[in-house]
Nanobody
Framework: VQLQASGGGSVQAGGSLRLSCAPS????????MGWYRQNPGKQREVVAS???????FYADFVKGRFTISRDKTTNTVFLQMDNLNADDTAVYYC???????WGQGTLVTVSS
């Protein structure tokens, strides 16, 4: 099974993007799904995650701006990103546990 992420792109500061991530097969049950991001030369960092009980976690730097949600019927996780700034520029990866699956990454570029 693979995770397929989409929705990245280029946007001006203050704009919005919505990322989506879905598995290539729907026969798995994921406990936690989340989004991470990474820039060249830096460690991958968690952005947000959500449990099967719909309990969200947000990194401090996105609180109040990003919203994570999931559709358990399709195992799809979404990341609504509002009020983007240049520091949000990164490759965003989705993740699914307990299998520790990673998506291929989708690039988000925010211009100031």
């Amino acid at each position: 099974v693979q995770l397929q992420a989409s929705g990245g792109g280029s946007v001006q500061a203050g704009g919005s993007l919505r990322l989506s991530c879905a598995p290539s097969e729907d026969r798995f049950v994921f406990d936690v799904m989340g989004w991470y991001r990474q820039n060249p030369g830096k460690q991958r960092e968690v952005v947000a995650s959500i449990s099967r009980g719909d309990n969200p976690f947000y990194a401090d730097f996105v609180k109040g701006r990003f919203t994570i949600s999931r559709d358990k019927t399709t195992n799809t996780v979404f990341l609504q990103m509002d009020n983007l700034n240049a520091d949000d520029t990164a490759v965003y990866y989705c993740n699914a546990r307990p299998f520790n699956l990673w998506g291929q990454g989708t690039l988000v570029t925010v211009s100031s």
